[in-house]
Every structure is written in C-alpha cells, then in structure tokens.
C-alpha cells in the first residue's frame, strides 16, 4: 500500500462501462485520459460520445503525470466526521500535460496551504484507498522545487 | 414576447413564512406560498389551469399539485437548480402566449434547514458510500460545494485582480437591504472587515462569503394581460427571457471558471427584450455566494469580465449605487432553502409595482432576475417591467 492521505471512509466510484477503463488504469497507477480516436480530442470525466466530434471510437492515452495548478481551494470545514483530523487540505483544478482542455479535480498534498498557487507545476502521486481503488493526487513538481534554488 | 395578442404577465407573487419553519411539512410551505399569491391576483385554485414546480425528486410538480387539489392540463417541472424557477417563468410565459394555458400557478417550497439541520452545504457526495454519476469526481478528493464555488472565484481573483474586499462588499450591501426585511434570516449589519475575517469555508470564501441555509419558499400567478384587466393587481409584464447551461455538477468541466452562463443567456433575455443592461432600474441576483455576483454583472453585461469587483465595491449594488440588487437581502442574509429563484421573481415584482418597503428604488421601472444553478452550471434570466412594451 501506498502512503495515506485520506481516511478509508471516503466516498468510493460506483463505476460502469464507460470508465472503468480510467479506474483500472489508476488502480495501476497509470494516469490516463481518454482521447477520441477519430478526431484527438482529450476528455474529462470519461464519457460515451467525443462532446467535438460525435465519434464513439475512443482510447486510454497514457500521460506523462505532470501539468499546473489551474486553480486550488483549502477546505477547511470537513464534510464527513473522519476528515475532521486532515484538514485543511488543497483541493486543485489541475490541467495535465498531454490532455489539452481535459482538466481535473484532485489535491495537492505535501506543501503548506498558504504556499499553492495558480501556475504551479506539479506531479502526480498515487494513494492506494482500497485493493482496487488508487487516487491521483498530486505535489509540487521536483523540478519546480529545483528551480526555485 | 407576445403570440397571437396575448402577453404573459403575472398578476401575483408572494413568499411563505421563513426562515425557520419546523412545524410546516415541505407541502404545506407550497400550499401557503400558493394560497398568499393567489390572494395577491385576486384569484382562486378554481381558475388554474397550469402549475410549476420543482424539487428533488421525479414527478415532484405532480405531487405538489396532489397536495393542492389541482389538475392541470398544463405542468412543467424542469430543474435547473438554482435557475429553475426562472426557467419555469419563462415556460410558462411562453405555453400562456401560445393559448396552452390561461393561469399558472408557480410555486416553491422548502424545509431544507429543519429537515438537515445546519449542514451548511458543504457536503460533498453526501459523506461515504457511493458517489452518485457526476459527483465522483470531485467528492473522491474531498471537493465540496463551496470548494467549487471557491475554485471560481480564486479563478478570477487570479486571473483579474478581485480581491476578497471587494467579494465581501457583496455580502454587506446584502446585509444592509436584509435590514430592511423583518423576516431575513440575518439583519445585522456587517462591515468588510467582519467578512474577511470570518472562518474560512474554502478559500478564499469564508463564512460571510456564503448565503444562509433556511425554510421558505414562494410562490407567483401568471395569465395573459387581457386577463390581468378585469383584476386589482398591478400586472407586470414578461418582457424578455432565456436560460443556458454549460457543464453539470463538475466544476472542472465548467468550460472558463470565470464565465457563467448567463453570459450565454443574458445577452439573449436584453436582446428578446429589446432593452440593454443601462435601462435595468434594480437587480435580482443569484447570491448563493458572493462570487455568484461578481460573475453574474460582469456576464449580464453590467460591467465588463473582469470588473465585477470594482463594480460591487463601495456600494456598487446598494439604494442609489450602479445597480440596487437583492432589496430582500438575498440568499446571503434574507432566505436561502436551496433554490431560491422564486425569491428573486417575488422581489422583482414587488420593486415594479412600488411595494419594496425599507429598500423600495424609486420609480423602478423594469427589472432583472436572474438565477444560477448547481456548480455555476445553469443560468436563466427573465426581465420584467411595469408597462406594456
């Protein structure tokens, strides 16, 4: 198991046709997007249809894990009993790198709230919630943090 | 909007009791509501043909109807969240003028606080278990409601210098109207300062940044204004109407965070109007944060993207500012049972016909509601005015 952030309680997929092909990747720990096949678009949630181009013909596209911080929240006000002790934490609209206009929501964890800010590189970081069940979260980028130096 | 000579127009409007409800069941909210607005029309449940509502679950129109002993040959339930009673309006006016129905009955009912207790609305997929369809994607990483709201306005703070000043002026011109109202929730005046320094929900919105959580609902009557001459009331005319939508319930597929819809459908509602944002005499707007605001002028076309800030600021949508809005005090100090358009069309007409009290703008002539829904997902916006067009 992966190290944890999030308590078990967590509210858990219920997952169906369309895009059990993203969760079993991630319970691999494999970021993926869906990309239509027809015309290259990228989206985000999985869906039946390309919302561009119409096409039903789709593929998992494996991404690198990196992208920026489109924009970030600290929840400070937990909304089930057990995330009393794990706030506050960040919660981020990331835009991932090789998935053009298919953004995301997760966290960014090991970094101080008042430290996150819009444009900061990133990469992801897996949490294993369950046997089957890993989220992508994200922490600043390795190299963001060399540059800074 | 006019079909065949008719015109919509409503002949009556009224609001329940609020805030706190805990004897009354969510019908009987419905009932009163539509009792008090029929009573405003000078009209019965005998001559309603037609009947709106919505809530949260299928065939809710149809058990509220149950429940007032009517049987419409004309019903519409459409839910747009927050937007929807502004859609309902606007589908009403359009089945009256198109001769599919004569009165319609639009009513609102809610005991969210009594029944929830204060959950505040932060809940995200509604604690554990399964997340339902959309709600997996942001309830998995612990986003909430605010937290989505949030995302937007740090978006714009970002993006064009908004400061969270300038989004707490919003909630103290609500304040200040809510002084106004005997029944808002919250009447208190507050200060910036106070604002900013409350709790944090979600940054960057505190406490102050967010609207009430209450019981109440509201109710309106709509017929042609041929109808309306043979009544007391003063009709008020439907002049212009539209609604929009961009994305569900996930606010990372909202396609610009900065960018409502009603930047879709509010240029649509002034242009089938016939009128511009200038001609608009006092505002009703979605407040269920204050960067719902900010948003809603800027999209509406009050102000330019980007200048919603310093537009609410200083008194921007006080008595006698750029744009009186929420003379009720709105969703953050008045009333919000988690749909609150039907507050926003009853404020509206009661500012048209001279009947806004303590925050009554003078010689109001033509008004705007518009609503928002779900995560910034739907907008609809209805203009309303005192003369025949």
């Known amino acids: 198991m992966s190290e944890r952030w999030f308590p078990d309680e967590m509210p858990v997929p219920a997952v169906n046709a369309e895009t059990n092909g993203w969760w079993e990747a991630a319970a691999h720990h494999r970021l993926v997007v869906q990309r239509c096949t027809a015309c290259g678009a990228t989206r985000h949630p999985p869906g039946p249809v390309c919302p561009t181009c119409r096409s039903t013909a789709s593929e998992w596209s494996e991404l690198p894990g990196t992208g920026s911080v489109f924009t970030y929240t600290v929840v400070r006000q937990a909304f089930i009993p057990s995330l009393a002790d794990r706030i506050p934490y960040v919660v ?6 090789g998935a053009e206009g298919a953004r995301m929501v997760s966290n960014l964890i090991d970094i101080d709230p008042s430290d996150v800010a819009i444009g900061m590189r990133v990469d992801v970081v897996w949490e294993d919630m369950g046997p089957h069940l890993a989220l992508p979260r994200f922490r600043p980028a390795a190299d963001a943090k060399e540059s800074e130096r | 909007m006019s079909q065949n000579g008719r015109r919509a127009v409503i002949v009556g409007v009224a609001t329940s009791d609020y805030p706190k409800l805990p004897e009354m069941s969510e019908h009987a909210v419905h009932g009163q509501a539509a009792d008090r607005a029929l009573a405003d029309a000078g009209l019965t449940m005998a001559g309603v043909d037609g009947f709106a509502s919505t809530g949260f679950f299928p065939m809710y129109a149809t058990g509220v109807a149950e429940y007032l002993g009517l049987h419409p040959t004309y019903y519409d339930e459409t839910n747009a969240g927050g937007a929807s009673f502004e859609v309902l309006a ?109 709790r ?108 919603g800030g310093a537009f609410v600021e200083n008194g921007g949508l006080g008595l006698g500012g750029r744009l009186p809005t929420n003379t009720d005090g709105g969703g953050l100090s008045a009333c919000h049972p988690g749909m609150r358009g039907m507050f926003l069309i009853v404020e509206a007409v009661r500012q048209l016909r001279g009947q806004g009290g303590a925050t009554q703008v003078p010689d109001a002539r033509i008004a705007v509601a518009h609503g928002t829904g779900g995560m910034l997902s739907t907008g609809a916006t209805l203009i309303l005015g005192k003369e025949a067009p």
Not at chain 2, 255 to 273: E, I, W, Y
């Open chain 1, 92 to 97: 981020i609209a990331v835009e991932l790198d």
């Open chain 2, 200 to 307: 944090l929900v979600a940054d960057p919105l505190h406490k102050l940044d967010c609207c009430v959580i209450s019981d109440g609902g509201g109710a309106c009557v709509m017929t042609t204004a041929e109808r309306a001459a043979d009544l007391e009331t003063t009709p008020i005319y439907v002049l212009g109407a539209a609604h929009a939508t961009t994305h569900h319930m996930n606010i990372s597929s909202m396609p610009d965070l900065t960018v409502s819809p009603a930047a879709q459908c509010g240029p649509l509602a002034f242009a089938r109007a016939g009128i511009g944002p200038a001609e608009i005499d006092v505002a009703q707007l979605y407040d269920s944060f204050t960067i719902t605001v900010v948003l809603t002028v800027e999209d509406l076309g009050f102000c330019a993207k980007g200048e």
């Open chain 2, 90 to 198: 606007e589908h009403a006016a359009y089945a009256i003028e198109a001769g599919a129905a004569e009165v319609v009955l639009i009513t609102y009912g809610s005991i969210q606080l009594s029944q929830m207790g204060r959950r505040l609305g932060t809940g995200g997929g509604g604690g554990s278990g399964f997340a339902p369809g959309p709600a997996i994607y942001d309830a998995l990483w612990g986003n909430t409601l605010v937290g989505s709201y949030a995302l937007a306005a740090r978006r714009h703070m970002d993006q064009f210098g908004t400061t969270a000043e300038q989004l707490a002026s919003v909630a103290v011109t609500m304040r200040a109207h809510a002084a106004g109202n005997p029944q808002a929730q919250e009447r208190d005046p507050i200060t910036v300062e106070d604002v900013v320094s409350s």
